[in-house]
């Protein structure tokens, strides 16, 4: 242990740690605006500057180490008016229209302003002008309001080992952009928006659809369905400041039917339904000679990444949709079939914890009969935004339960919202359909927890199958490297494109810690524990559509609607 001092108090440190680890666990905030948990600082932004006794000048402490005996000053004059100076200087160059920002009383550059004092601009001159980005499905790029911290290039590169953005230029010409200045949707972005999850302003956000789907809920003859991901019931309440981890899926539901949906259906219900298909899949495949290893096909920006950077294990990806679109497929179809709706004035809304998803919607390949299966897209904090214009708030409601016929869910399904949950729930069920019983024991430990790798080897009756699981594209990477260069005894993977699974996905509400994450991850693991339905396979409602409409497992009207292919992308090298 190190025994240092801080403004006067004795205070130990670990050895190793940085000056703003220290400070931070003793509960004194020191503001940053470029410093990622996790990763090595970087030391640009230097607004967490720190006085040190002896030192010739104000040094960063996201990147100094603490020393045994040292004298730490966080709060003095110096440090204030330097940190002021560096909100100052980038108030001079950033748009005034904090009053139409999407970002606005929810952006960190505002309220270091606020903290500050800052009431009026000091630099003053002629603004740089930068055009917006508005190319990608799903992201919004605004240079305009970067702060060039850098958030966003690293979480792209060294976590998501995607490189889609960068900073091009130099000098005071310096700006964040893609390869050749072009627009992100020919970049090699993946939709996932982990970029606007560490975005201090709103230089980057989401494609907002809440205007669209305010417009469609009013007009007349549509009839506004409306799905909601496993992830989202355990996280939308932090928008509404609820403890993390907080699952309000009643009151959530309860919500929508507020706000004027006609019917509110559970993506959980066909998470089931995948899993049905998914381990009918792998079941298929490992007895009858098929391609190996399969991967899991739920995550859109997992789907992108192979399509870009492996094409050619483009034939291990599982051809089920995600349980997004297969809920979309269904309602343009059953259900609108059952209902007697004509499917063109159906309009199919999911609440999703993605941005890609917003891409996902959009693919040729997700449609039929000139209809797409899901019309519209809104990421959980665009879900608390329609909550907020309409007025709807879900804590004064009594919970209620979602629309039959997709209201039935297994905690398989809603353990979709975690890294490892598609695996556990598709291990469950392909024992059950290799054996024909059911596993001594459900719950899989060795697949569970935020590490970004983790394996298991099971057995059922013959068949021993090695499984692994990856959150985050550094991960996934690592490993389809390995097996490119031979490894071969992993049969099935599961890969979710954000760091921990959908509840650590790029449309979560904003500024979540690692804490509030394993919060969302850990309510997810005891719905589960608390289930009376605990497995796919006995879910009622997925029984009794496979014996009205879908026939069976991997069957011909199954094959049609639940069922795609994927292709090459070109990379803009």
């Known amino acids: 242990m190190l025994n240092i001092e801080v403004n006067g108090k004795a205070v130990q440190a670990n050895q190793g740690e940085t000056i703003l680890q220290v400070l931070t666990r003793q509960g004194i905030k020191v503001p940053t605006l470029c410093h990622l948990p996790g990763l090595a600082p970087s030391g640009a932004c230097r607004m967490c500057v720190v006085e040190v006794e002896g030192a010739p000048s104000l040094i960063p402490s996201c990147s100094y180490p603490a020393a045994d005996g040292m004298k730490i000053k966080t709060n003095t004059p110096q440090i204030l008016s330097a940190r002021k100076a560096i909100v100052e200087l980038l108030l001079s160059n950033h748009p005034q229209d904090c009053l139409y920002c999407i970002r606005g009383g929810d952006c960190d550059l505002q309220r270091l302003a606020k903290q500050h ?122 928008e509404f400041n609820y403890k993390p981890g907080t699952d309000i899926d009643g009151k959530m539901t309860a919500a929508l039917r507020k706000v004027g949906f006609k019917k509110v259906f559970d993506t959980s219900f066909t998470a089931d339904l995948t ?23 739920c995550s859109p920006g997992w789907i992108k990444f192979v399509e870009q950077f492996y094409p050619e294990f483009i034939p291990n990806l599982s051809t089920c949709k995600s349980p997004q679109q297969m809920m979309g497929a269904l309602i343009k179809s059953f259900f609108a079939e059952r209902e007697k709706i004509d499917p063109a004035n159906i309009v199919s809304v999911s609440i999703m914890p993605c941005t890609a998803k917003k891409f996902e919607c959009g693919r040729p390949e997700m449609g039929r009969n000139s209809h797409s299966d899901v019309d519209y897209v809104l990421t959980t904090r665009e879900f608390a935004e329609l909550l907020r214009i309409t007025g709807v708030d879900p804590s004064v409601l009594e919970p209620e339960t979602p629309d039959t016929p997709f209201g039935e869910r297994s905690s398989a399904g809603k353990m979709f919202g975690a890294s490892g949950g598609v695996m556990e729930a598709a291990v469950r069920s392909a024992y ?54 031979g490894r071969s005894d992993l049969q099935f993977i599961e890969v979710m494109t954000c760091p921990g699974g959908c509840i650590n996905g790029g449309g979560q509400p904003l500024r979540a810690d690692i804490e509030a994450v394993k919060a969302r991850m850990n309510t997810l693991h005891q719905i589960d524990k608390d289930a009376p339905l605990r497995v796919s396979h006995k879910n009622t409602q997925v029984k009794r559509l496979y014996e009205e409409f879908l026939g069976a497992p991997l069957g011909h009207k199954s094959h049609e609607l639940l069922h795609t292919h994927y292709n090459k992308r070109d990379v803009l090298a």
């Open 117 to 238: 004092g800052i009431r009026n601009r000091v630099f003053s001159g002629e603004r740089v002008r930068r055009e917006k980005d508005t190319s990608s499905p799903s992201i919004v790029r605004d240079p305009e309001k970067c702060i060039l911290c850098g958030k966003c290039v690293r979480v792209c590169e060294e976590v998501q080992n995607v490189s889609a953005i960068d900073f091009i230029h130099r000098g005071n010409k310096t700006v964040i952009g893609t390869a050749y200045n072009q627009g992100l949707n020919v970049s090699s972005c993946i939709n996932c928006g982990q970029c606007v999850l560490v975005c201090p302003t709103a230089a980057l956000s989401e494609k907002s659809h809440v205007n669209d789907v305010l417009k469609v809920l009013s007009a007349p003859g549509k009839y506004v369905v409306v799905q909601h991901a496993p992830a989202v019931s355990v996280s939308i309440a932090e």
């Open 275 to 297: 899993i049905m298909e998914e381990g009918s899949e792998l079941v298929k495949r490992a007895t009858g000679g098929g391609v190996l290893p399969m991967f899991t096909s």
């Open 432 to 485: 059950f359909l290799i054996t024909g019983g059911e596993m001594p024991k459900y719950t899989i430990q060795e697949l569970r927890g935020m590490k970004g790798s983790k394996e298991l080897r099971v057995k059922a009756g013959k068949i021993e199958l090695g499984a692994a699981v990856v959150s985050g594209l550094g991960a996934a990477r690592k490993l389809m490297e390995e097996i490119k260069a």
